[in-house]
């Protein structure tokens, strides 16, 4: 690895200054800069888009030629020169000429032409017109089927938000970097109100200031690219840029005004003293705002060689401080978690000849998370002599995530393009259990204990093949390949003290039946063991399995004539643990006229269950308003499992259908897609079973099972509208997305349906999306100034508490706005607010039935209520 460093250096030193760089200024007719141009370097994907100001610069071939696109305006095709002057036409109306990597390996697909619904978010333009400083938090209000929200008091769903396109769940998307598979988390969803049972994509590990755009294909894509693209697939593009330094400095708070019908006050604002330890069991004291925010984040790129090389590297910091709501006496720290991050990402390249381009591109992200577990208030969870009049522990955590992928890529002299590659990652989410205690060792306990962790490694080698034929009717294009993936997933164990009941002596026990844990002596009850809020991974809960993947893959697009496309695929996939699996896919776009495309698809796809789904277990307390249980979560291939009779766990299988259409009127463009998606054996996360006479030392049992059928239909929308008058560069966008699941079948076998997946469990699943979410966004600039104001609307949510009642989460109207001024050719300085109104979900009822025990579940827009921000940004 040293060498390889070295060597890059020494490329890196070479080469810093030998590749030719291209300035200008893009303008209307009217001589107003254009900011926001997309400026492509014809036949490859580098590419930079103009500032405020319109100005733009990019590194390029000799001779090359460079594309201009903007929205509303004819597209311009130039010879770099070293200064140019660029003015557009509104008159041709070419839009939406991004050439997209996701959905098609024709490298003349652009988002207006392909057979399928593919997003394209731009995200240095995004960020700069939003106080959002996570990927999650992006895409849910500019994408219009996807869905995140932050969580509380739902253990490792607190530091990792679980997310999903199109109601499915967080697994049943597929996340590409740069076209190559992104590994997963090692952390499986328990509690929370979306994503339980399922794994998913981390993606707020890939920092921000890292990504050129986003490629959100909406469509199932099993045939093309394996598991898990059942909703669709998210492609993150990384930045190439060369002499560039970018990056900002954002700072902002939550408003701690939570508004709502609170009969009772608000409690756990009156502030709560340190524990005597000082081991920081606190909640601070009433204040106006909390949750502050600091983001800082840098972007530098330099060339590498004399034929286009780059390397391009981002650093990202956040610190974000937890967020307090009101809450039951039982959950005394609900609210967002505290965390601290650091990213950092790299894309290299360096072409070896014309023909020939060696790359690689990886990164490394380190987090600690701190988030607050339920309260114990009384009873022989509480030792008095540590906690008098009862405690909160915390759950932090430390989550270590890195990548790596290298390849190389040529083109034939025959015009075969070849790329061979290998992507390594690996996710670590390790406990440290703070403001506890083990009940069992009564005063002698520790207040802070390591409670061990899990892991994901992944490693994906593929070759892949291509051409294109421009001979071949109005075109032709020819893509297989071939992938080799290994998965490995490890449970490792915590102190002893994180998962051991200690008898009278302060023994471990180890035989029930001449050791006893100590009575407390107000409830009459045996202290329990193991680390309060949560349980330690034991050596009886490790676990080390891998399994590999085989597959093969075809596709091919057809441009029959120049109005009419037709495209197939087939993928072949073996599973050393499960077997085989064949899908396919056909889609097609017919050119109506000028103005509007039709298109559509038809596919099968499937989704292996995760090495966590069939592996993780735990043992565990479950709290809600009626007390606390003790929980076994048994790994599906145990006796336990068996003998319930939860068979063996088997891959979700899913067909897709989608219809739509695109159409471009001048300034105006819209693309509406109806889909359908059904998915047969899908993994859920069952209720609890009676347990008690089993012997296990707990009262309920819990499994992973492919235990539901569900069909989905819905709509997605996106309507956009950008005009340049005299008085300023006006924008509108409005994006929907109509979502309607059904739970045609639960698969309950033998075992009680209401309680193998009940009426709450079906609710937690149909709620994975809102029924709607429709998003308004409107923009203006006008030389250095600009705004932003954005509308998103929820529709109505319905969940079942633990009392077995609906709990309706009525619509909600939310409202960001955003001013920003350009103080220089350097500095932008911008001030806003994200749900600008203070806008909260319905409040709930006075038992504490909710999920994690808030006034409000993890619904809509979430229970942290308006953020305000101010960011300084830079550009040398």
Request: proline share 3%; net charge neutral; aromatic share 10%.
């Given at each position: 690895?040293?060498?390889?460093?070295?060597?890059?250096?020494?490329?890196?030193?070479?080469?810093?200054?030998?590749?030719?760089?291209?300035?200008?200024?893009?303008?209307?007719?009217?001589?107003?800069?254009l900011?926001?141009?997309?400026?492509?370097?014809?036949?490859?994907?580098?590419?930079?888009?103009t500032?405020?100001?319109?100005?733009?610069?990019?590194?390029?071939?000799?001779?090359?030629?460079l594309?201009?696109?903007?929205?509303?305006?004819?597209?311009?095709?130039?010879?770099?020169?070293?200064?140019?002057?660029?003015?557009?036409?509104?008159?041709?109306?070419?839009?939406?000429?991004?050439?997209?990597?996701?959905?098609?390996?024709s490298?003349?697909?652009?988002?207006?032409?392909?057979?399928?619904?593919?997003?394209?978010?731009n995200?240095?333009?995004?960020?700069?017109?939003s106080?959002?400083?996570?990927?999650?938090?992006?895409?849910q209000?500019?994408?219009?089927?996807f869905?995140?929200?932050?969580?509380?008091?739902?253990?490792?769903?607190d530091?990792?938000?679980p997310?999903?396109?199109r109601?499915?769940?967080?697994?049943?998307?597929?996340?590409l970097?740069?076209?190559?598979?992104?590994?997963?988390?090692?952390?499986?969803?328990?509690?929370?109100?979306?994503?339980?049972?399922?794994?998913?994509?981390?993606?707020?590990?890939?920092?921000?200031?890292?990504?050129?755009?986003?490629?959100?294909?909406?469509?199932?894509?099993?045939?093309?690219?394996?598991?898990?693209?059942?909703?669709?697939?998210?492609n993150?593009?990384?930045?190439?840029?060369?002499?560039?330094?970018?990056?900002?400095?954002?700072?902002?708070?939550?408003?701690?005004?939570?508004?709502?019908?609170?009969?009772?006050?608000?409690?756990?604002?009156d502030?709560?003293?340190?524990?005597q330890?000082?081991?920081?069991?606190?909640?601070?004291?009433?204040?106006?705002?909390?949750?502050?925010?600091l983001?800082?984040?840098?972007?530098?790129?330099?060339?590498?060689?004399?034929?286009?090389?780059?390397?391009?590297?981002?650093?990202?910091?956040?610190?974000?401080?937890?967020?307090?709501?009101?809450?039951?006496?039982?959950?005394?720290?609900?609210?967002?978690?505290?965390?601290?991050?650091?990213?950092?990402?790299?894309?290299?390249?360096?072409?070896?000849?014309?023909?020939?381009?060696?790359?690689?591109?990886?990164?490394?992200?380190?987090?600690?998370?701190?988030?607050?577990?339920?309260?114990?208030?009384?009873?022989?969870?509480?030792?008095?002599?540590?906690?008098?009049?009862?405690?909160?522990?915390?759950?932090?955590?430390?989550?270590?995530?890195?990548?790596?992928?290298?390849?190389?890529?040529?083109?034939?002299?025959?015009?075969?393009?070849?790329?061979?590659?290998?992507?390594?990652?690996?996710?670590?989410?390790?406990y440290?259990?703070?403001?506890?205690?083990?009940?069992?060792?009564?005063e002698?306990?520790?207040?802070?204990?390591?409670?061990?962790?899990?892991?994901?490694?992944?490693?994906?080698?593929?070759?892949?093949?291509?051409?294109?034929?421009?001979?071949?009717?109005?075109?032709?294009?020819?893509?297989?390949?071939?992938?080799?993936?290994?998965?490995?997933?490890?449970?490792?164990?915590?102190?002893?003290?994180?998962?051991?009941?200690?008898?009278?002596?302060?023994?471990?026990?180890?035989?029930?039946?001449t050791?006893?844990?100590?009575?407390?002596?107000?409830?009459?009850?045996?202290?329990?063991?193991?680390?309060?809020?949560?349980?330690?991974?034991?050596?009886?809960?490790?676990?080390?399995?891998?399994?590999?993947?085989?597959?093969?893959?075809?596709?091919?697009?057809?441009?029959?004539?120049?109005?009419?496309?037709?495209?197939?695929?087939?993928?072949?996939?073996?599973?050393?643990?499960f077997?085989?699996?064949?899908?396919?896919?056909?889609?097609?776009?017919?050119?109506?006229?000028?103005?509007?495309?039709?298109?559509g698809?038809?596919?099968?796809?499937?989704?292996?269950?995760?090495?966590?789904?069939?592996?993780?277990?735990?043992?565990?307390?479950?709290?809600?308003?009626?007390?606390?249980?003790?929980?076994?979560?048994?790994?599906?291939?145990?006796?336990?499992?068996?003998?319930?009779?939860?068979?063996?766990?088997?891959?979700?299988?899913?067909?897709?259908?989608?219809?739509?259409?695109?159409?471009?009127?001048?300034?105006?463009?819209?693309?509406?897609?109806?889909?359908?998606?059904?998915?047969?054996?899908?993994?859920?996360?069952?209720?609890?079973?009676?347990?008690?006479?089993?012997?296990?030392?707990?009262?309920?049992?819990?499994?992973?099972?492919?235990?539901?059928?569900?069909?989905?239909?819905?709509?997605?929308?996106?309507?956009?509208?950008?005009?340049?008058?005299?008085?300023?560069?006006?924008?509108?966008t409005?994006?929907?997305?109509?979502?309607?699941?059904?739970?045609d079948?639960?698969?309950?076998?033998?075992?009680?349906?209401?309680?193998?997946?009940?009426?709450?469990?079906?609710?937690?699943?149909?709620?994975?999306?809102?029924?709607?979410?429709?998003?308004?966004?409107?923009?203006?600039?006008?030389?250095?100034?600009?705004?932003?104001?954005?509308?998103?609307?929820?529709?109505?949510?319905?969940?079942?508490?633990y009392?077995?009642?609906?709990?309706?989460?009525?619509?909600?109207?939310?409202t960001?706005?955003?001013?920003?001024?350009?103080?220089?050719?350097?500095?932008?300085?911008?001030?806003?607010?994200?749900?600008?109104?203070n806008v909260?979900?319905t409040?709930?009822?006075?038992?504490?039935?909710?999920?994690?025990?808030?006034?409000?579940?993890?619904?809509?827009?979430?229970?942290?209520?308006?953020?305000?921000?101010?960011?300084?940004?830079?550009?040398?």
């Open positions: 690895m040293k060498k390889i460093a070295l060597l890059v250096f020494l490329l890196n030193t070479v080469f810093l200054f030998a590749q030719k760089e291209i300035s200008g200024v893009v303008k209307d007719k009217t001589g107003t800069p900011p926001g141009v997309n400026i492509v370097e014809k036949g490859t994907t580098n590419g930079v888009s500032d405020v100001d319109g100005g733009f610069k990019i590194k390029v071939k000799e001779g090359a030629k594309l201009f696109t903007y929205v509303g305006f004819t597209t311009v095709e130039k010879t770099a020169l070293d200064k140019m002057e660029i003015s557009l036409d509104e008159s041709g109306g070419q839009v939406l000429n991004d050439v997209v990597v996701v959905g098609s390996r490298t003349k697909r652009t988002v207006v032409n392909s057979a399928v619904p593919i997003d394209v978010i995200v240095k333009d995004v960020t700069t017109q106080g959002k400083i996570e990927i999650n938090q992006l895409l209000y500019v994408a219009p089927s869905n995140a929200n932050k969580q509380s008091g739902s253990d490792g769903a530091h990792v938000d997310a999903s396109l109601g499915m769940g967080p697994d049943q998307t597929l996340v970097i740069n076209g190559k598979r992104r590994h997963q988390s090692s952390l499986i969803n328990l509690f929370g109100t979306r994503g339980r049972g399922n794994t998913g994509t981390d993606l707020n590990a890939i920092p921000a200031a890292s990504i050129k755009r986003i490629e959100i294909l909406r469509d199932g894509a099993a045939a093309q690219y394996g598991s898990d693209a059942i909703a669709g697939v998210i993150i593009i990384t930045n190439d840029n060369v002499k560039e330094l970018s990056g900002s400095v954002t700072y902002g708070v939550f408003n701690t005004n939570a508004k709502g019908d609170f009969l009772h006050g608000t409690p756990n604002t502030g709560f003293r340190l524990d330890k000082g081991n920081g069991n606190s909640y601070g004291k009433d204040k106006s705002f909390d949750g502050g925010s983001k800082v984040a840098a972007n530098y790129g330099f060339s590498v060689g004399s034929k286009g090389g780059y390397a391009n590297f981002t650093g990202e910091f956040i610190n974000k401080d937890k967020t307090l709501r009101p809450a039951y006496d039982f959950r005394k720290g609900f609210g967002d978690a505290q965390m601290n991050g650091i990213n950092f990402f790299g894309n290299f390249s360096l072409p070896l000849s014309d023909r020939t381009e060696l790359y690689a591109f990886g990164g490394s992200n380190f987090r600690n998370t701190d988030a607050y577990a339920f309260t114990r208030n009384d009873g022989e969870r509480v030792v008095e002599a540590i906690y008098p009049g009862g405690y909160t522990p915390r759950i932090t955590s430390n989550i270590r995530d890195n990548s790596l992928a290298a390849g190389i890529r040529t083109t034939t002299g025959g015009g075969w393009k070849m790329d061979l590659s290998n992507t390594f990652g690996k996710n670590k989410f390790e440290d259990i703070k403001g506890t205690l083990n009940a069992s060792l009564e002698n306990s520790p207040t802070a204990f390591n409670a061990g962790g899990h892991s994901l490694l992944q490693n994906t080698t593929n070759f892949d093949i291509s051409k294109n034929y421009d001979d071949v009717m109005s075109g032709f294009n020819i893509a297989f390949g071939t992938e080799f993936r290994v998965e490995k997933f490890e449970i490792f164990a915590g102190e002893e003290g994180s998962y051991t009941t200690y008898d009278t002596n302060g023994k471990p026990i180890t035989d029930p039946t050791q006893s844990a100590p009575i407390d002596p107000i409830s009459g009850n045996p202290r329990p063991g193991s680390s309060q809020g949560f349980p330690g991974y034991s050596p009886a809960n490790e676990v080390n399995e891998s399994r590999t993947n085989f597959s093969l893959y075809t596709d091919a697009e057809l441009d029959v004539t120049e109005a009419f496309m037709v495209s197939g695929a087939v993928r072949f996939e073996n599973y050393s643990d077997g085989s699996t064949v899908n396919g896919k056909l889609a097609s776009r017919l050119k109506i006229n000028d103005h509007i495309n039709l298109r698809s038809v596919s099968t796809g499937f989704r292996a269950p995760s090495l966590a789904q069939i592996y993780y277990n735990l043992r565990f307390t479950n709290f809600n308003a009626s007390g606390a249980t003790e929980v076994l979560l048994a790994p599906n291939d145990s006796p336990v499992t068996r003998a319930f009779g939860i068979e063996k766990l088997n891959e979700e299988k899913a067909v897709n259908a989608s219809l739509g259409f695109t159409a471009t009127y001048g300034d105006f463009t819209a693309t509406v897609d109806g889909y359908y998606i059904k998915v047969k054996d899908r993994i859920v996360l069952t209720g609890y079973f009676d347990a008690s006479s089993l012997g296990l030392g707990v009262s309920e049992a819990q499994f992973f099972a492919n235990g539901v059928d569900t069909s989905t239909h819905g709509l997605d929308l996106v309507f956009s509208w950008k005009k340049t008058y005299d008085f300023g560069h006006i924008g509108a409005l994006v929907g997305n109509i979502n309607d699941m059904k739970i079948n639960v698969k309950n076998g033998s075992l009680d349906a209401d309680t193998f997946f009940g009426n709450r469990e079906k609710a937690f699943l149909l709620a994975s999306a809102p029924d709607s979410k429709f998003g308004l966004n409107l923009t203006y600039a006008k030389n250095k100034f600009d705004a932003g104001l954005a509308f998103t609307r929820f529709s109505k949510v319905v969940l079942v508490d009392a077995d009642e609906e709990d309706v989460y009525n619509p909600r109207l939310v960001d706005l955003t001013l920003g001024y350009q103080l220089s050719k350097s500095l932008k300085i911008s001030i806003g607010s994200n749900n600008l109104f909260y979900p409040k709930q009822d006075e038992q504490g039935n909710t999920e994690a025990g808030g006034y409000w579940d993890a619904v809509q827009m979430g229970f942290s209520g308006a953020y305000y921000y101010a960011r300084l940004g830079f550009n040398f």
